[in-house]
């Protein structure tokens, strides 16, 4: 109990997102973490968001242990090391999607739940994202406790004032969060993902449709039956069996149009105080 704990804190995974990176240097001006790190420096440089892979893919034991010459790979493998030496880790992204402030974790602990509780009390605005991730592809995965921070709108390659002082307060709580005593709330509510909705291609592979007009910058708007969650170019509804009650985020998410879809769905649960 007496030892402190140890703080990483992580900008420019993906070296298009320019909120995290900025914000490592103001961190790096006070104490709430003990490192503050730039994943993908090169990719920053270039100004992209990545030179060769995503980076946030490469943490699974086979990229780690065959990097091969994929720059990211030898980076996440890098980053492993420095990872395993500390307590907790938060990683700093930022989205195109109207999402808000929303906090990303992939694992469930009392520990977990504590620093959640906390952000919740001070930032009560804030979303929880639960993404499970069983082949520990993601940074997040090999820390003892770890955390993304996902905050929206904002455009790649720009700075947002509001959401540079949203991701701000949440890393800041973070950090205060594994230090604080504070009685735990009966029961905390999260989305957990459940698919995600492809966008329609023609004949030819060539993209044919869109986010539905009703449905783009409505993060965490739950879907109605039949909805449209599509819509081709000329202005036709394109709906999706099965989505009815759940939640849309990542809402045409511009990094999303490499792996081909428009939205990822989630449902709300509670979980149980543990």
């Not at 919740?120 to 820390?143: C, G, R, T, W």
């Amino acid at each position: 109990k007496g030892r402190r704990m140890k703080k990483l804190l992580i900008g420019g995974t993906h070296g298009n997102e320019w909120t995290g990176i900025y914000l490592l240097e103001y961190f790096a001006k006070f104490e709430d973490y003990d490192e503050c790190v730039l994943a993908n420096p090169k990719a920053f440089q270039q100004n992209k968001r990545f030179v060769d892979e995503d980076l946030n893919r490469c943490f699974s034991q086979e990229k780690i242990q065959d990097p091969g010459t994929v720059y990211e790979r030898a980076r996440a493998a890098d980053l492993v090391e420095k990872i395993k030496k500390v307590d907790l880790l938060v990683d700093l992204h930022t989205t195109t999607s109207n999402m808000g402030p929303t906090v990303i974790f992939s694992q469930k602990s009392r520990e977990v739940y504590q620093v959640l509780a906390y952000v919740q009390k001070n930032y009560p605005e804030v979303k929880f994202l639960f993404n499970p991730d069983p082949n520990k592809q993601y940074m997040i995965s090999h820390a003892k406790l770890g955390f993304v921070i996902e905050v929206g709108p904002v455009a790649n390659s720009c700075l947002k004032a509001d959401v540079f002082e949203s991701s701000k307060k949440i890393a800041t709580l973070i950090s205060q969060a594994v230090s604080s005593q504070i009685s735990l709330p009966e029961s905390l509510e999260f989305y957990a993902y459940e698919m995600k909705i492809d966008y329609k291609y023609d004949e030819n592979s060539k993209l044919a449709s869109m986010v539905h007009l009703d449905v783009q910058g409505k993060d965490f708007v739950p879907l109605r039956r039949g909805q449209a969650v599509l819509q081709d170019f000329y202005a036709k509804d394109i709906v999706v069996d099965g989505v009815e009650g759940l939640f849309p985020v990542f809402i045409n998410e511009a990094a999303y149009y490499n792996y081909k879809y428009a939205l990822q769905l989630v449902k709300k649960e509670l979980w149980p105080r543990p």
